[in-house]
């Protein structure tokens, strides 16, 4: 099933969804270090960036310096769709919280600052909400 293109009836559909635990960003040389299940890897000249649970990041003495709470955009949203990371990323940054944003498939990942996540929840359930009503974006 092709996702979607619309960008109200992405927003309208986005229902964003907080995963629980605390996630990090860090780099290593090489491959995947043993025993590390990344939720999202970038291969960057640099390094292997590799985004995964502070839990496993400690347990493996990868250093980190941001922690994150995940958010799921679970509406199928396709990649060529235009608008949606702007929406929400404009939805955030009027309320001063910085994010991250990784494509997958079939759905946009959010890495907020853990100490908010709670906040950009309710920031992209009315961002949500305003658009059902005809009243955002």
Known sequence: MPGETDLRRLLIDMRPELNPGRYVFTTVA??????????????????????LSQEEAEAAGLGYDYVAGW???????????????????????????????????HHDH?????????????????LSRRSAAGRAY
Do not use: I
């Not at 090489?30 to 985004?51: C, F, I, K, M, Y």
């Not at 959010?110 to 009315?126: I, K, N, S, T, W």
């Open 71 to 105: 958010l799921v955009l679970r509406v199928h949203s396709a990649l060529d769709a235009v608008g949606l990371t702007a929406a929400v990323a404009h939805e955030l940054a009027r309320a001063g919280v910085s994010c991250n944003v990784v494509a997958g498939f």
């Open 110 to 126: 959010l890495f907020v600052p853990y100490e908010v996540a709670d906040r950009a929840m309710a920031l992209l359930e009315g």
């Open 30 to 51: 090489g491959g995947v270090p043993p025993g590390v299940s990344p939720v999202v890897t970038v291969a960057e000249r640099e390094g292997l960036t590799l985004v």
